[in-house]
């Protein structure tokens, strides 16, 4: 936990995936400071045609590079959520040569009583977390 849902159009490779993936993971495990085995991301691929990510009136040029992230977690402080979007795009930047541009994050936060990570218990609640 955190839950990782990355929307990305269609077209990379298995390796290139696994790079994005890691990239985000790297810059995860940094500003949340989780353990390395907290690691849950799911993609979706999509035609581009399908993905309309637009720049809310900043104008911000989009790629087919884009990714929307959209992150599902227990609450973070402001601080730790603008380290995750500064190293979430330095790490995929570096490792992928995705643009800082082409990066859209969401928030979204839930408590304790929301996960459970198997066998039927909520292990937060439980003690076993």
């Known amino acids: 936990m955190p839950l990782l849902r990355f929307d990305l159009v269609e077209g990379r490779s298995p390796q290139e995936l696994r790079t994005l993936l890691d990239a ?45 992230l959209q992150v599902t977690t227990r609450p973070r402080g402001r601080e730790m959520k603008e380290t995750f979007y500064r190293l979430l795009c330095e790490q995929l930047e570096a490792r992928c040569g995705i643009s800082p541009a082409d990066v859209v994050v969401s928030m979204v936060e839930n408590g304790d009583e929301d996960w459970s990570f198997g066998h039927g218990r909520a292990q937060f609640l439980t003690g076993e977390l």
Do not use: C, N, W
């Open 24 to 68: 985000a993971h790297e810059a995860m495990l940094a500003a949340f400071k989780v353990p390395p085995r907290d690691r849950y991301q799911i993609v979706h691929e999509h035609p581009a045609a399908h993905m309309v990510v637009e720049d809310t009136g900043l104008d911000i040029a989009r790629s087919d590079q884009r990714v929307v």
